[in-house]
């Protein structure tokens, strides 16, 4: 069996991946909304919010991972308002 990598190296390994994700912060006494495009914004209601990407994972010898990401935000414009980035992350 063929393995299949990004970059091919026996110390660097590569991981490439599309995600969807989303998130919600509140504190006591917020009360949870599910539209998705609020109309107005109220001091006591949150809102989740969600975005899609893709990023690449690089392994650099098992001591650090540098995760290079494109990101866009749903709701704020989606995929006109395109983020980038970069996770650093200690082992794997």
Not at 40 to 45: A, C, M
Not at 56 to 77: C, K, S, W
Request: glycine residues 12%; without cysteine; positive net charge.
């Amino acid at each position: 069996m063929q393995r299949l990598a990004l970059i091919k190296s026996k110390w660097i390994l590569t991981d490439l991946n599309l995600f969807f994700d989303g998130g919600l912060a509140w504190y006591s006494g917020s009360n949870l909304g599910f539209d998705w495009q609020p109309s107005s914004i109220t001091d006591n209601k949150r809102f989740p919010l969600y975005s899609t990407g893709a990023s690449m994972r690089i392994n650099l010898l098992g001591a650090l991972v540098i995760e290079p990401y494109y990101a866009f935000p749903l709701q704020n414009g989606g995929f006109k308002n395109g983020v980038f980035g970069i996770n650093f992350i200690p082992g794997w």
